[in-house]
């Protein structure tokens, strides 16, 4: 009796279905069962197989995700060097300052010199006074101007560092190859265009505080000359003389 039990009771046993595998096409990942020694199942998520297409378009973003993160480190590196179109422009862009400046400080000494030629001062503590000043207006100006020109490479580069920090997440993010393709194309170029428009904006700030910071006198932008500018030599003159000079 008991021994046909046993038999019927095996015979109507349904064996363990097997370990289901799961796959994400999305994500493109899967995760498939493996079997243990012990006979225990570890389940282990891996990629998806990909197609030669699939595959061409990751080796393609890695590349620009590695290319990019080569130009984060070199932007961010102590000793970076402005690529040889931004050089130029920040070059031009300080020269053309420069320039400005000899011609105001030019007409700016002329006409102390005539104003104090013809009151008879050309040797006096007055007209030293005023050349020391004039003097050091220049070279605060010329100060000024390097600081500007380095602040302008600064934000060149702070906007190109951006640029890449973009093109190196879109190539992380392997949904977006057609940007990531489209901001690499871009890259190249965008330093000129950011130093262009960097030096242009710059160039137009400094056309209108100087036309529109003066009393009458086209000078620099730096606040010591535009002052001594704003004053006048013949008020200056007057301020000297009348303190005893």
Do not use: C, H
């Amino acid at each position: 009796m008991g021994t046909v039990f046993d038999k019927n009771e095996k015979s109507t046993a349904v064996p363990a279905p097997p370990p289901a595998s799961y796959v994400d096409e999305v994500s493109g990942v899967e995760q498939v069962p493996v079997k243990n020694a012990d006979g225990s199942i570890t389940y282990v998520t891996r990629a998806l197989p990909l197609s030669p297409e699939e595959q061409a378009k990751k080796d393609e973003l890695d590349r620009m995700a590695a290319d990019a993160l080569v130009e984060i480190e070199k932007l961010s590196s102590s000793d970076y060097v402005y690529s040889e179109s931004t050089q130029q422009l920040l070059g031009d862009w300080e020269s053309g300052q420069l320039e400005s400046l000899n011609e105001t400080f030019g007409d700016r000494k002329e006409l102390e010199s005539d104003r104090l030629a013809k009151r008879g001062l050309s040797d006096s503590t007055a007209a030293n006074t005023i050349e020391r000043q004039t003097k050091q207006d220049e070279y605060d100006a010329k100060k000024q101007v390097e600081r500007e020109t380095s602040a302008i490479g600064e934000s060149i580069r702070a906007t190109e560092l951006n640029n890449q920090y973009n093109l190196y997440g879109l190539a992380q993010n392997q949904l977006n190859y057609d940007q990531a393709k489209t901001q690499q194309g871009v890259s190249s170029s965008l330093s000129t265009i950011n130093a262009m428009n960097a030096t242009n904006a710059a160039s137009l700030n400094d056309y209108y505080k100087r036309t529109n910071g003066s009393s009458g006198n086209v000078g620099p932008s730096d606040q010591t000359v535009q002052k001594a500018v704003d004053l006048g030599v013949e008020g200056l003159i007057q301020t000297l003389m009348n303190s005893g000079s």
